[in-house]
């Protein structure tokens, strides 16, 4: 005869230890992304809320100037994304190289990423004056005409763009730095042996190997790309006109306005835009990653 013992029981002790962060994330995201859901179907002030069910998104998508804040915030996006990828791969190549300085040139790159945005933003503007901005009188100075980077509308939005870069392309090179580290050397000691050049090397080993690291780099600058306001606002405030006015700004634009319904629903279709762009395309990358 078979001894039958009890069926031990597991203890719960161990659940206990995700309750307090189980109450801070509910707390401070789940109920405030439940509110925001419930608050952008109502036309409300800081003492009353009327319920208009789907008015506010039908008004936010027949303004002109909110709809150009959609598409400047997914030219944005794209834009400082696509260049924090390249520039910052290209310059995390030539600091794992054996160059002068090496250290030092890290460190350079790396420093504005822990400078205030803010600070960068009326920096650069000052610096970006059509008039009195270093950067045009430097221009002028070599004979070249320089242009209105922050006055131009066809400027404004890229002009930031490239400021962003300055400042992040630091990070997106940390990142790849750490993912060509774990690149081993005999993959590129045999490449040598076959006769292949640094050109092949590049786009044979360099390139797919450090996979991950440029998937890390694209989903967050893509994700603060959709998100930026600060830099934006302390250099244009989304102007001249409306011409470098993204979502972020909008929604600050419409609450200072007091249409705090209308500017809810901004962030709820911010939010719902994130999703969107940042779930399918890491899905796709791991995806592929799997295949490969």
């Known amino acids: 005869m078979t001894e039958t013992r009890p069926r031990s029981r597991k203890s719960p002790y161990p659940l206990w230890f995700f309750i307090p962060a189980a109450i801070i994330y509910g ?13 952008s179907l109502t036309r409300w002030d800081l003492s009353t809320a009327e319920f208009i069910g789907l008015e506010n998104f039908q008004q936010f ?6 709809i150009k804040g959609l598409i400047n915030t997914l030219i944005y996006a794209v834009t400082t994304s696509g260049l924090k990828t390249v520039c910052g791969l290209l310059l995390a190549v030539l600091l794992t190289s054996n160059i002068f300085a090496r250290g030092f040139l890290r460190t350079l790159v790396f420093f504005p990423v822990l400078v205030s945005t803010i600070g960068i933003g009326i920096t650069f503007a000052v610096m970006m004056h059509p008039t009195k901005g270093i950067i045009n009188v430097a221009l002028e100075t070599i004979g070249i005409p320089g242009p209105g980077w922050l006055t131009n509308p ?3 939005l890229f002009s930031v763009a490239l400021v962003d870069l300055w400042k992040g392309v630091g990070l997106a090179t940390l990142i790849f730095i750490a993912g060509l580290a774990a690149i081993s050397p005999d993959y590129y000691e045999a490449a040598r042996i076959d006769g292949a050049t ?7 080993i360099t390139l797919p190997l450090v996979r991950p690291a440029t998937i890390t780099v694209v989903t967050l600058s893509l994700i603060g790309g959709l998100r930026s306001f600060d830099l934006i606002w302390a250099m244009t405030r989304g102007g001249p006109g409306f011409s470098s006015d993204v979502i972020a700004s ?3 634009k419409q609450y200072q306005a007091g249409f705090y319904g209308l500017s809810t629903a901004g962030n709820v279709i911010l939010f719902a835009l994130i999703a969107v762009i940042i779930l399918p395309l890491t899905l796709w990358f791991n995806r592929r990653g799997v295949e490969e």
Request: charged letters at 10%; zero cysteines.
């Open 61 to 66: 998508f027949s303004e002109p100037f909110l």
């Open 27 to 39: 707390v401070l995201f789940l109920v405030p992304t439940v509110s925001s859901l419930w608050f």
């Open 198 to 204: 640094r050109l092949q090397q590049f786009f044979r």
């Open 250 to 252: 909008v929604i600050y």
């Open 154 to 156: 066809a400027l404004a």
